[in-house]
């Protein structure tokens, strides 16, 4: 498979606000799903789907996310004497040798699109990813990224994953309008962030994978607060789509909506239960729960 998409972007300067008092000194992106935080799931799918350098967005307090992409020499080699292989091994393999990180701060909280402008001088010139780290997507064999990915080595366009969200949520997301959907794909005729439910186009909504020409950098760089008074992402793709094609993407698999609590434990639950070590284990004690 030709793969063009060598950088992908992790906008990760967010407060976490939902999650206090438990992120009040830690990142949400370091809350673990069983025995990895959320951030190692989004490094692993932009690995697979061919990165070789990870750009995270971030601000002051979010030091443990570098941390945990980095060496931690005191405990390999703490590790490595007590001969505790496995977990070595484990700790040595967070990213793969020839993937490397790049910390980029985002000065001010001015929204997902300013946060994404912030990687123009890392990214340059080339296509690339971004991941937000709060939706966890269970691609399967292939991950989310990957599939599109291949897609976009095929035709060449943007691409923006979607799946159906609920009326009443249609504010909670980017939604799309598009034209009648070919298999998986769809071209894009708009897209809003955040309408009312009376308002929304669809109820197509966008989740946190997005595959983008670099043009979108210029278009942020024109693009004036929106919804929220926020620098969004979306408006820029607004008008990537009048300029070049845009795909929505339904993407094949099941996505947990990690930053809510009730989609942070349903991860959990879920992927505890397809745990190799743990999954019997914990399948037969929730077996003994009564509810
Ligand atoms: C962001 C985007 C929104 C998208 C969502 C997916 O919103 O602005 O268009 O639908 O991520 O998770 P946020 O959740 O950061 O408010």
Redesign the pocket.
Known sequence: MTNNIRKVVFPVA?LGTRFLPATKAVPKEMLPVVDRPLIQYAAEEAVAAGAKELIFITRSGKQEIEDHFDANYELQSELAKSGKDELLKMVNEVLPEDVSCVFVRQPQALG?GHAVLCAKHVVGDDPFGII?P??LIDGGETPCLAQMAAIFAEQGNSLVAVEAVAHEDTD???IVDAERPRGRLARMKGIV??PAPADAPSTM????RYLLTPRIFQLLEETTPGSGGEI???DAIARLLEEEGVMAYSFAGKRY?C?TKLGFLQANVEYALKHPKLGEEFRDYLQTLTY
Request: hydrophobic share 25%.
């Open positions: 967010g997902l937000l709060d939706d909670k997301y980017g962030e955040k909504g966008v989740v946190g969004q992402l979306t909506d930053g």
